[in-house]
């Protein structure tokens, strides 16, 4: 059974810059596809970002290309979100996951395990 933990999320300005965090515990994480995710207030929780297990291969929503990156340490265990220049839009809980399919998949039920999510809210 896999933990995930998120963290970094906070009240910021439109244009700030946050990194989050997703710690993994009680399961090898270099075997696992790590994926964000988020979800506004009223609306479907949304694709983000994907990493691959070596962290070589990475996919992104449209709307955030150029402005977030994803990453991972598979030493810390640890997957990381860098959202720059944020928006209003971006308000949303975000959630990291895990999933064991060896690809980069955008849809939720790829995905086996779930953080319980940091929030992240934008005032413009």
């Known amino acids: 059974q896999v933990r995930l933990v998120e963290s970094g999320g906070g009240l910021v300005q439109a244009g700030d810059s946050q990194r989050l965090s997703c710690a993994a515990s009680g399961g090898t994480f270099s075997r696992y596809t790590m994926a964000w995710f988020r979800q506004a207030p009223g609306k479907e929780r949304e694709f983000v970002a994907v990493i691959n297990r070596n962290g070589d291969s990475t996919r992104y929503l449209d709307s955030v290309k150029g402005r977030f990156t994803i990453s991972r340490d598979n030493a810390k265990n640890t997957m990381y979100l860098q959202v720059n220049n944020l928006k209003p839009e971006d308000t949303a809980v975000y959630y990291c996951?895990?999933?064991?399919?060896?690809?980069?998949?955008?849809?939720?039920?790829?995905?086996?395990?779930w953080g319980q999510g940091t929030q992240v809210t934008v005032s413009s």
């Open positions: 996951a895990a999933g064991q399919a060896n690809a980069l998949y955008s849809t939720q039920v790829w995905y086996d395990y």
